[in-house]
């Protein structure tokens, strides 16, 4: 079975920092990508990035390009979320997903198969 465990998240000002991390575990991890995504209060669970373990591509929602950064360290089946320039629309649960084997569904939780528990991004104003 396969494990995914996110760390890192918190409570920070308007404009600060945060870095998530997110490292899967188990028998078999067979996933082609992982990704993050977010559920804010009272919203619909939504895409965040996404990233490639062969070769490292990199895709991001419109809302967060520029100031999230996803990187992977595929010896570690380790992925991380750095967030600049936080805002307080980014408040949300962060969720770490692991993909299907053929990668195709990018931003729609139904192309991913394994799920963290979440992690808590709260921004203040």
């Known amino acids: 079975q396969v494990q995914l465990v996110e760390s890192g998240g918190g409570l920070v000002q308007a404009g600060g920092s945060l870095s998530l991390s997110c490292t899967a575990s188990?028998?078999?991890?067979?996933?082609?990508?992982m990704a993050w995504f977010r559920q804010g209060p009272g919203k619909e669970r939504e895409f965040v990035a996404a990233?490639?373990?062969?070769?490292?591509?990199?895709y991001y929602a419109d809302s967060v390009k520029g100031r999230f950064t996803l990187s992977r360290d595929a010896a570690k089946n380790t992925a991380y979320l750095q967030m600049n320039s936080l805002k307080p629309e980014d408040t949300a649960v962060y969720y770490c997903a692991g993909s299907r084997p053929i990668f195709t569904q990018i931003a729609t939780p139904a192309g991913y198969m394994f799920w963290g528990r979440g992690t808590q991004v709260t921004v203040s104003s």
């Open positions: 188990g028998r078999t991890f067979s996933s082609a990508a």
């Open positions: 990233i490639r373990w062969n070769g490292g591509d990199t």
